[in-house]
């Protein structure tokens, strides 16, 4: 039988493919909660996840069919079948340029995706893709070029925290979520205030320690929905036509235990940003 064909009777097989709140543990068995309890006024979704023993439990059905393991890696690619964390928050949120009160720029946490720690097993992960969904806007006036996405100065961003490893890591706290959502002036002021203390750091993107994710349309006050991917190669067709960054880097830095956060930005007197959803899902492979 052909790929083409195994894909089509995969598809059908894991067509109600599980979504399990929370992670797997090391035994592969145990599901446990996968972020820590978030501060009530922050209504963050747990993740869902595909989690590698699932991946893993699908190999081996395929494998029981008698297909050669080259042939299962390549069908299950094909299915687009990856291990999987999606984070998704919806809830009113607005800042404004002057609310950090440094500079008129203000930076404000708004979602975060946890990839899972590597297993004990040895198995390697790889990222493949990052879905992206923001759903905001702008002030909605004002602006040097009204209904374009440049220059706008009410915009997302992308960053990833990383646990930086040292010899006392009983030193090492959880991060402070109920501080980790305020208004900073920016991801550094952030880092400095909130990450560094709890033994976490924003990973560099050359002189940055942010990837621009999206703008918002100029002096349009309605929300406008975007959605799009970040991959190794770069970003979906089409989106930077739309205000979406080129994500040069982001998946290749990406590793497991990351975490990976959308930050809303506005800068400048006059600029806001209002956001009513966002999303991260993260594809990765398992071998």
Same mark, same amino acid.
């Given at each position: ?42 209504? %963050? $979704? ?12 699908? &190999?081996? =059905? !395929?494998?029981?069919? /008698? ?109 402070? %979520? $109920? ?12 880092? &400095?205030? =909130? !990450?560094?203390?709890? /033994? ?88």
């Amino acid at each position: 039988m052909s790929p083409t064909k195994w894909t089509s009777r995969f598809r059908r097989i894991i067509r109600a493919r599980p979504a399990v709140s929370g992670r797997v543990d090391q035994d592969n068995t145990t599901i446990t909660p996968d972020i820590a309890p978030i501060p009530s006024r922050v209504p %963050l $979704e747990k993740d869902t996840v595909i989690t590698s023993a699932h991946v893993r439990a699908v &190999r081996g =059905v !395929l494998c029981a069919l /008698g297909l050669p393991m080259e042939l299962v890696l390549i069908t299950m690619i094909l299915a687009d079948y990856y291990a999987t964390v999606r984070s998704r928050r919806t809830g009113y949120i607005r800042i404004d340029a002057h609310d950090a009160g440094v500079d008129v720029h203000a930076a404000r946490l708004y979602l975060i995706a946890t990839l899972p720690q590597e297993s004990s097993g040895g198995e390697l992960m790889k990222v493949v893709n990052v879905t992206w969904l923001v759903k905001g806007h702008d002030q909605g006036w004002g602006g040097e070029a009204p209904g374009m996405y440049s220059p706008a100065y009410s915009w997302y961003e992308a960053c990833i925290f990383r646990r930086v490893h040292s010899a006392e890591e009983k030193s090492q706290k959880d991060i402070n %979520l $109920e501080r980790l959502y305020r208004v900073y002036r920016d991801a550094q002021m952030m880092e &400095r205030k =909130v !990450l560094a203390p709890a /033994g976490w750091s924003l990973v560099r993107n050359g002189d940055s320690c942010v990837w621009r994710l999206q703008s918002n349309r100029i002096a349009k006050g309605e929300f406008e929905r975007h959605t799009f991917v970040w991959t190794a190669d770069g970003v979906s067709e089409g989106a930077e036509d739309h205000g979406a960054g080129a994500g040069e880097g982001f998946v290749k830095s990406l590793r497991a235990g990351d975490k990976v956060g959308i930050l809303m930005r506005a800068s400048y007197p006059g600029w806001s940003n209002s956001v009513n959803e966002a999303g991260i899902e993260i594809a990765y492979e398992v071998r």
